[in-house]
């Protein structure tokens, strides 16, 4: 092997390689063009009120919400990994997730959700914006505890509906 005892790495990792900063290829630092899951800016100001204040502790905030929403709305619908989340999105995978649990924890998407569903049913002219009525699903709800004959299961050779044969 030649005198340095290398396998020659250090001319392959410079070898057309040009380290570049990701604004220097965004004229004005625009990064990208935008996903469809991003937010609007209509989008943005029903939502801008429902993210946290600073609390005043500590470092100023440098996070960009509506980039981490942003990043919340890009994994929800493409179902990607926490970690496989686009750079260009603007906020590391950690930082995104660590907001979405906290706003989880905290009940920040409870009340986002709750306010967005009111405006939706006040939108379509509904007379009170909180719904009256609920749907239950029939494979949730056991009918044999609550009828007087509770049938025969074919399949497992028993009366009613318990596990038991």
């Known amino acids: 092997m030649g005198g340095g005892g290398g396998v020659g790495l250090e001319k392959i990792s410079t070898r057309g390689y040009r380290p570049v900063s990701p604004m220097a290829a965004f004229p004005g630092g625009i990064m990208r063009t935008g996903y469809p899951t991003d937010l609007t800016e209509s989008e943005w100001a029903l939502v801008q009120p429902f993210v946290p204040p600073p609390t005043g502790a500590g470092a100023p905030r440098t996070v960009n919400f509506r980039s981490v929403l942003n990043s919340i709305l890009y994994l929800n619908r493409t179902g990607c990994q926490w970690r496989m989340l686009p750079n260009d999105l603007g906020t590391p995978w950690q930082t995104v997730y660590a907001y979405f649990a906290t706003w989880k924890r905290n009940g920040t998407w409870t009340r986002l959700n709750a306010a967005l569903a009111a405006q939706v049913r006040v939108a379509e002219g509904r007379p009170d914006p909180t719904p009256s ?12 505890e609550c009828t007087e004959s509770p049938g025969y299961d074919g399949e497992r050779r028993s009366r009613g509906g318990s596990g038991t044969s």
Do not use: N
Not at 133 to 139: F, L
């Open 133 to 144: 009525a609920t749907c239950i699903d029939s494979q949730s709800v056991k009918g044999t």
